[in-house]
């Protein structure tokens, strides 16, 4: 893109373009014939989106200015998005992702009831069918990193245990990597459980850590252009589903790590971020014998009905 000189207004409206009214009237002629094409559009919803995006998006236009060389340079960066999108990798989510839409999209929909947990972003390597494991048991299936292990409850918001739950975890390697990353087809770092009668639940897991989003696309090149970086929070993913209730996709951060406030997906919330207790080589929760330090956290998760 071009070099321009700053956008200074403050309060949204189009600036005015530099020939005269009759230019004015021209772009606005535009977007009054575009919009005027959807009138007989027999969905009242698609009416409005289309309407919507169409006046934002000529907005937007008249508002910038672009050159017709960086509205093909535009083109182009969609279009690479396009090709580099197959079925273990959508850069589009990535593009919705680095851009706060993915998280704004979450919040919009998951309104802020009660003390229900927050949401966050789903991410890209989530799994259907993930393994089954018994509370207690270990969801890394040799996935290198530092043992974590994770206990709490699932409760509604007025507190009553919710026996059943079912609980999807996945997360990255110390690798910064994914199972769905490698070439050879390993299921690691992800697993389903179910709470018990009390609401409770337990596992081990890795203790989290950094690591980047695919940065080898157009998103990537993007981020490097604005001078931003591709990781994210050393996170868990979680996803927790009961029904009747709201189904949570969320994950939790591990407190301390510098790179909480400037997560490449904007992900991070407060109250997602918890202590991540280093402890010494010895018995474990589960009486087991660890030989090497591990880290323990405690992650109680509250969940809005459906309505």
């Not at 977007?31 to 094409?37: C, G, I, L, Q």
């Not at 169409?54 to 969609?78: C, G």
């Not at 389903?192 to 998103?219: K, Q, S």
């Amino acid at each position: 893109m071009t070099e321009s000189t700053p956008i200074t207004h403050s309060d949204n409206e189009i600036p005015r373009p530099a020939g005269s009214d009759r230019q004015a009237a021209i772009e606005q002629d535009v977007v009054d014939r575009v919009v005027r094409s959807f009138d007989q559009c027999p969905d009242p919803r698609l009416q409005q989106v289309m309407v919507s995006l169409v006046e934002h998006l000529h907005d937007f236009l008249r508002e910038v200015r672009p050159t017709e060389a960086e509205w093909a340079r535009a083109i182009e960066f969609l279009t690479a998005a396009g090709h580099i999108t197959d079925d273990r990798r959508q850069e589009f989510i990535l593009l919705s992702d680095t851009l706060g839409v993915s998280m704004q999209t979450i919040a919009i929909n998951n309104e802020i009831h009660r003390d229900a947990t927050e949401a966050t972003v789903f991410g890209p390597f989530f799994v259907e069918n993930s393994p089954h494991i018994e509370l207690g048991e270990d969801m890394s299936f040799g996935a290198t990193g530092q043992p974590c292990w994770v206990e709490g409850t699932v409760t509604d918001t007025d507190g009553r245990a919710l026996p059943g739950a079912r609980i999807e975890v996945w997360e990255a390697d110390d690798d910064g990597l994914y199972d769905v990353q490698y070439p050879d087809g390993r299921i690691a770092g992800r697993a389903h459980l179910f709470t018990d009668d009390d609401g409770a639940y337990r596992f081990w897991a890795l203790t989290p850590t950094p690591y980047p989003i695919p940065h080898d696309g157009p998103v990537g090149a993007m981020l490097r252009a604005a001078g931003r970086s591709p990781y994210r929070a050393s996170h868990l993913h979680f996803m927790v589903t009961v029904e009747g209730y709201r189904r949570l996709v969320t994950h939790i951060f591990v407190r301390g790590d510098e790179l909480l406030d400037r997560d490449s997906v904007f992900g991070v919330k407060e109250s997602l971020v918890k202590d991540f207790i280093e402890q010494p080589a010895g018995t474990a929760p589960d009486g087991r014998t660890i030989d090497r330090t591990w880290t323990q956290v405690r992650f109680d998760i509250v969940l809005a009905p459906a309505e």
